[in-house]
């Protein structure tokens, strides 16, 4: 079946940085587009960045120019790297693939981001 399977979360201080990574399996990772998203306590999940099967990112307003999103088609893997972290990007961070075609859609469990002195 498939799987994403998010690590990389932790506490930080604002302005640090992390390194989220996803590790897909059970799909065919070529032909989704993989996404990270986030929701934040009493707030609805949002998108942060997506990047397509040919490795075209797209990223919300709120992100640009800190975060960045990237994949590898070898090993399966998607990351987010963040930096200049702000106590607003405190948040569960979910990994996200959608098939190009199909449009079929999974979600792995979240990874907690803190960000807070």
């Known amino acids: 079946q498939v799987q994403l399977v998010e690590s990389g979360g932790g506490l930080v201080q604002p302005g640090g940085s992390l390194r989220l990574s996803c590790a897909a399996s059970?799909?065919?990772?070529?032909?989704?587009?993989m996404g990270w998203y986030r929701q934040a306590p009493g707030k609805q999940r949002e998108l942060v960045a997506t990047?397509?099967?040919?490795?075209?990112?797209n990223s919300a307003d709120s992100v640009k120019g800190r975060f960045t999103i990237s994949r590898d088609n070898a090993g399966n893997m998607v990351y987010l790297q963040m930096i200049s972290l702000k106590p607003e990007d405190t948040a569960v961070y979910y990994c996200?693939?959608?098939?190009?075609?199909?449009?079929?859609?999974?979600w792995g469990q979240g990874t907690q981001v803190t960000v807070s002195s």
């Open positions: 990047i397509s099967s040919g490795g075209v990112p």
């Open positions: 996200n693939s959608q098939h190009i075609f199909n449009r079929l859609t999974y």
């Open positions: 059970g799909l065919n990772f070529n032909l989704n587009t």
